[in-house]
């Protein structure tokens, strides 16, 4: 009888010992993108703040868990100011703001490569942060948009890096067009870690319209191409599929 016992228990104990192998994850592998990662707790170093004309900061929590190569390029190109002064110049009501193009108008990027497509399980909720390229997968560069509502037909099309946790009545406030008439401003962007301190709602409209003065007239230049394209209104059939809009996709 203890010699049974000794064999049953000694094949539960194979079986959960290859049960719990089998779930733990390999070294090096990458997470699913079909299951979003659990939110970490918001850290200074990922936290993405953008001073807005529209009266005050927007707090970003980065996700480097998910798409670690965007989050640095996000960081890289912060630190070297490269965000200060730009436009949303693409903005739809009911959908998202875009902004991150030195030219203004959807056809500039920053000096770096483009970068390599981290899909992911980042769901485009209201407030997420993603990034803007063309129908090539691996062409995102600077350009980014933030969601004023959630499209998840978008998920795992385009590399969602962050997501609002403060300031989002800020972007509901960005002008809208295509582009807009008085296009709204990132008068600065920083880094949480780098105690960059707020600016007064009065020191960002000053600031904004010194930048408009001294800015040059956006070149002529077609916006379809990069960013995503414009899902359809919800009651339209199939309404869950992407979808492009007539022409080049918008960027």
């Given at each position: ?13 194979l079986?959960f ?24 707790p ?40 490269f ?21 203004n ?114 070149p ?9 394209a ?5 009651a ?16």
């Open positions: 009888m203890s010699r049974l016992f000794l064999t049953i228990s000694g094949l539960c104990g079986f010992a290859s049960l719990l192998a089998a779930q733990a994850p390999t070294s090096g592998s990458r997470a699913d993108p079909k299951i979003a990662p659990p939110t970490p918001l850290e200074a170093e990922n936290t993405w703040n953008l001073d807005l004309s529209t009266g005050g900061r927007v707090s970003i929590q980065l996700r480097p868990d998910a798409a670690p190569i965007t989050v640095e390029r996000i960081k890289t190109l912060t630190r070297q100011g965000y200060n002064g730009l436009t949303f110049f693409r903005v739809i009501e009911g959908f998202m703001a875009q902004s991150g193009d030195p030219q108008n959807g056809t500039g990027e920053s000096p770096l490569p483009d970068l390599a497509s981290e899909i992911n399980g980042l769901f485009h909720m209201r407030g997420s942060v993603a990034m803007a390229r063309t129908q090539d997968l691996n062409s995102a560069n600077s350009q980014f948009y933030v969601m004023f509502t959630p499209r998840l037909n978008m998920d795992r099309s385009y590399t969602v890096f962050g997501r609002v946790v403060s300031g989002m009545s800020y972007i509901d406030a960005i002008e809208r067009g295509e582009p807009p008439a008085a296009p709204s401003r990132i008068v600065r962007a920083s880094i949480g870690a780098d105690n960059v301190p707020p600016l007064t709602a009065e020191q960002l409209r000053s600031e904004a319209a010194r930048m408009a003065a001294a800015a040059a007239p956006a002529a230049g077609r916006i379809d191409g990069l960013g995503p414009v899902p359809p209104p919800p339209q059939p199939r309404a869950l599929e992407p979808v492009r809009s007539p022409g080049a996709p918008p960027r």
